[in-house]
T-cell receptor, first 117, second 111 residues
Framework: DAGITQSPRYKITETGRQVTLMCHQTWSHSYMFWYRQDLGHGLRLIYYSAAADITDKGEVPDGYVVSRSKTENFPLTLESATRSQTSVYFC????????????????FGNGTRLTVT | KQEVTQIPAALSVPEGENLVLNCSFTDSAIYNLQWFRQDPGKGLTSLLLIQSSQREQTSGRLNASLDKSSGRSTLYIAASQPGDSATYLCAESGSARQLTFGSGTQLTVLP
């Protein structure tokens, strides 16, 4: 099915471990985004990518690494997980960044709930 | 830093009622505003996108308006149904070059 899929849906890891969250989209959208959603903070942008091999920091990039070797994949890696990174992570894609003339909506995956113990 | 505010945080209405959800933003250089729906345990679903040159957008029972001068957007839901129960978030894109999200309004439509 076309769409955007995230894996795993749930992940529990220990402090200091490296963990990678996967995101795959079948629309060939040029832009992809990683957000985290926390109570009291809403949705915050971690990293985004305008195309393969082009990535840029968002609002809260510290402790995260991304790559985009293929247009359809945009994995997010926590290099050394901390308890403060316990959150729900959402991947999203768009045909264009939110600026004229390419005003296009964001399409979200169902999220990965990550718990760092 | 741009801010987006949604008040109230939660709202309960009886089925069949028309309702309005509010969104306020501080960015005077807004490019567009999007309304999303989020169901429990799910991602966000885009409902409507209003460009800065537009005043409103409609999709079925939903109508979203944008007033740049007052920094406000509203989402009007006509003839609400229990299936409309969800959290509704607005997000604006403008001078920050990225979407700024509100914290959402949790809507419950009572049968």
């Amino acid at each position: 099915d076309a769409g955007i899929t995230q894996s795993p849906r749930y992940k529990i890891t220990e402090t200091g471990r490296q963990v990678t969250l996967m995101c795959h989209q079948t629309w060939s959208h040029s832009y992809m985004f990683w957000y985290r959603q926390d109570l009291g903070h809403g949705l915050r942008l971690i990293y985004y990518s305008a195309a393969a091999d082009i990535t840029d920091k968002g609002e809260v990039p510290d402790g995260y690494v991304v790559s985009r070797s293929k247009t359809e994949n945009f994995p997010l890696t926590l290099e050394s997980a901390t308890r403060s990174q316990t959150s729900v992570y959402f991947c999203a894609s768009s045909t264009g960044y939110s600026r004229p003339p390419r005003n296009s909506p964001l399409h979200f995956g169902n999220g990965t709930r990550l718990t760092v113990t | 830093k741009q801010e987006v505010t949604q008040i109230p945080a939660a709202l309960s209405v009886p089925e069949g009622e028309n309702l309005v959800l509010n969104c306020s933003f501080t960015d005077s250089a807004i490019y567009n505003l999007q309304w999303f729906r989020q169901d429990p345990g799910k991602g966000l679903t885009s409902l409507l996108l209003i460009q800065s040159s537009q005043r409103e957008q409609t999709s079925g029972r939903l109508n979203a308006s944008l007033d740049k001068s007052s920094g406000r957007s509203t989402l009007y839901i006509a003839a609400s149904q229990p299936g409309d129960s969800a959290t509704y978030l607005c997000a604006e894109s403008g001078s920050a070059r990225q979407l700024t999200f509100g914290s959402g309004t949790q809507l419950t439509v009572l049968p």
